[in-house]
């Protein structure tokens, strides 16, 4: 296993606290020769050669490089101290301090076993150097004593390090699990969201089929009854019999959206059959889908003759639903269809003589379901749908106030290349 951030931290503050150790006792040395016990060479020879030691592990460390693995480096400083406590006194010697430091970091990185045993060894080292390394006047007893001691001391060290490395390790488990578990919690809740949204988006799709169906059937339905009961005749029975199959291929090209709703899992705009529509017929199937009679009629194409590459189905679907909403609000006023070509983009403009809208109302009249007016309480997709039309088109439509009273819809659409 490759070491972690914070293992290579853990290391590095190790390599610190060996450098600072060392040198601490060589300053000791030089304020109080008297440390030594005796003779002062051999002590010093120790002393720099654990100083070069621990500058070379502190430079191989601070390089990325180890020279030693952990465990090794701390037995070769447990022995290092053991050799430093037998010529500065033994029993008494101030060096009996930096064991503990051992022992803590044998703990920390074998496991509490580990740690027991080295302090085993380092009370066991130390006893032999108290024994050995003490000065005359010290009794034998209080070598053995001093000894002990420490052995007791350094194994109750090591003890208590292992309960807590292991509580450590404890806590350790316990967060993983609840992370585990939070991230599994959350991970359920995405999935059933992502459930939610595909029901609803089925749901959505069926309720736009039936919104948009709704207009050429029933004038499907009602110019077919005029033609079977003869009420009609002459130019009347053309129209009549024109109307019929423009209504075909409307509802044929919905049809053909309604086969992509099944393919996108829902979406009720379906996939983009671009092709070239003359403006004058579009803007003229627009009036007659939406029902809108001749006298109350307002077409404009701009440039006279102009003929665009665009996705009829869906633009057709979008300009009856905004010109059946200014037919049904505006009384007996006329409803004007301005259609505009230039510069690779489609301007069209519905504008009526209704009420218009209750100010603060432009962005909360296309979401789902929201219905204003006398249609307050009806399923209030028109709109919506609309503005799920436009977004699949990359196009821009905004709802203002007209001069004199009324509505302005403009909707801007970029045109697919030819």
Same mark, same amino acid.
């Given at each position: 296993?490759?070491?972690?951030?914070?293992?290579?931290?853990?290391?590095?503050?190790?390599?610190?606290?060996?450098?600072?150790?060392?040198?601490?006792?060589?300053?000791?040395?030089?304020?109080?020769?008297?440390?030594?016990?005796?003779?002062?060479?051999?002590?010093?020879?120790?002393?720099?050669?654990?100083?070069?030691? @621990?500058?070379?592990?502190?430079?191989?460390?601070?390089?990325?490089?180890?020279?030693?693995?952990?465990?090794?480096?701390?037995?070769?400083?447990?022995?290092?101290?053991?050799?430093?406590?037998? &010529?500065?006194?033994?029993?008494?010697?101030?060096?009996?301090?930096?064991?503990?430091?051992?022992?803590?970091?044998?703990?920390?990185?074998?496991?509490?076993?580990?740690?027991?045993?080295?302090?085993?060894?380092?009370?066991?080292?130390?006893?032999?150097?108290?024994?050995?390394?003490?000065?005359?006047?010290?009794? &034998?007893?209080?070598?053995?004593?001093?000894?002990?001691?420490?052995?007791?001391?350094?194994?109750?060290?090591?003890?208590?390090?292992?309960?807590?490395?292991?509580?450590? !390790?404890?806590?350790?488990?316990?967060?993983?699990?609840?992370?585990?578990?939070?991230?599994?919690?959350?991970?359920?809740?995405?999935?059933?969201?992502?459930?939610?949204?595909?029901?609803?988006?089925?749901?959505?799709?069926?309720?736009?089929?039936?919104?948009?169906?709704?207009?050429?059937?029933?004038?499907?339905?009602?110019?077919?009854?005029? &033609?079977?009961?003869?009420?009609?005749?002459?130019?009347?029975? +053309?129209?009549?019999?024109?109307?019929?199959?423009?209504?075909?291929?409307?509802?044929?090209?919905?049809?053909?959206?309604?086969?992509?709703?099944?393919?996108?899992?829902?979406?009720?705009?379906?996939?983009?059959?671009?092709?070239?529509?003359?403006?004058?017929?579009?803007?003229?199937?627009?009036? %007659?889908?939406?029902?809108?009679?001749?006298?109350?009629?307002?077409?404009?194409?701009?440039?006279?003759?102009?003929?665009?590459?665009?996705?009829?189905?869906?633009?057709?679907?979008?300009?009856?639903?905004?010109?059946?909403?200014?037919?049904?609000?505006?009384? %007996?006023?006329?409803? +004007?269809?301005?259609?505009?070509?230039?510069?690779?983009?489609?301007?069209?403009?519905?504008?009526?003589?209704?009420?218009?809208?209750?100010?603060?109302?432009?962005?909360?009249?296309?979401?789902?379901?929201?219905?204003?007016? !006398?249609?307050?309480?009806?399923?209030?997709?028109?709109?919506?749908?609309?503005? @799920?039309?436009?977004?699949?088109?990359?196009?821009?439509?905004?709802?203002?106030?007209?001069?004199?009273?009324?509505?302005?819809?403009?909707?801007?659409?970029?045109?697919?290349?030819?």
């Amino acid at each position: 296993m490759e070491p972690t951030l914070e293992h290579a931290r853990e290391d590095r503050s190790a390599v610190v606290i060996r450098v600072v150790a060392v040198a601490a006792v060589g300053l000791a040395l030089v304020l109080g020769p008297q440390l030594a016990r005796g003779p002062v060479g051999p002590l010093a020879a120790l002393v720099a050669a654990a100083f070069g030691y @621990a500058v070379v592990l502190a430079v191989a460390d601070f390089r990325g490089r180890q020279l030693l693995p952990p465990r090794v480096a701390t037995a070769i400083d447990g022995v290092l101290v053991v050799v430093a406590c037998g &010529l500065t006194g033994g029993a008494e010697s101030i060096m009996v301090a930096l064991l503990p430091l051992v022992v803590i970091a044998a703990s920390v990185r074998g496991g509490a076993v580990v740690g027991r045993l080295a302090a085993v060894v380092a009370g066991a080292g130390f006893t032999v150097g108290a024994v050995l390394g003490s000065d005359a006047d010290v009794p &034998l007893a209080d070598r053995w004593l001093a000894g002990a001691w420490w052995t007791g001391f350094l194994v109750a060290a090591s003890v208590l390090v292992g309960v807590l490395v292991q509580a450590l !390790e404890r806590q350790l488990e316990a967060a993983a699990l609840a992370r585990a578990e939070h991230e599994a919690f959350l991970e359920e809740r995405d999935l059933r969201a992502r459930l939610l949204a595909a029901q609803q988006a089925r749901l959505d799709g069926v309720r736009v089929v039936l919104h948009e169906f709704r207009t050429p059937v029933a004038s499907l339905t009602a110019l077919s009854t005029d &033609l079977a009961a003869g009420r009609l005749s002459g130019a009347s029975r +053309e129209t009549a019999t024109r109307l019929l199959a423009e209504h075909a291929v409307h509802l044929r090209d919905m049809l053909d959206g309604l086969a992509d709703v099944a393919v996108a899992q829902g979406s009720p705009v379906g996939r983009v059959r671009a092709r070239v529509v003359p403006l004058s017929e579009l803007a003229d199937a627009v009036l %007659d889908a939406a029902g809108v009679a001749a006298a109350r009629r307002r077409p404009s194409v701009v440039p006279d003759g102009a003929a665009v590459r665009c996705d009829p189905q869906r633009l057709r679907r979008v300009l009856t639903n905004l010109v059946e909403n200014a037919a049904r609000h505006s009384g %007996d006023a006329p409803v +004007e269809l301005d259609l505009r070509h230039a510069d690779g983009r489609l301007v069209a403009e519905i504008r009526d003589r209704g009420p218009g809208l209750p100010p603060g109302q432009e962005g909360v009249v296309t979401a789902k379901g929201v219905a204003l007016g !006398e249609r307050r309480g009806t399923a209030g997709l028109g709109l919506w749908i609309v503005e @799920a039309l436009v977004a699949s088109m990359d196009g821009e439509l905004s709802l203002v106030p007209r001069d004199g009273g009324g509505l302005v819809a403009h909707l801007d659409l970029p045109l697919p290349a030819p």
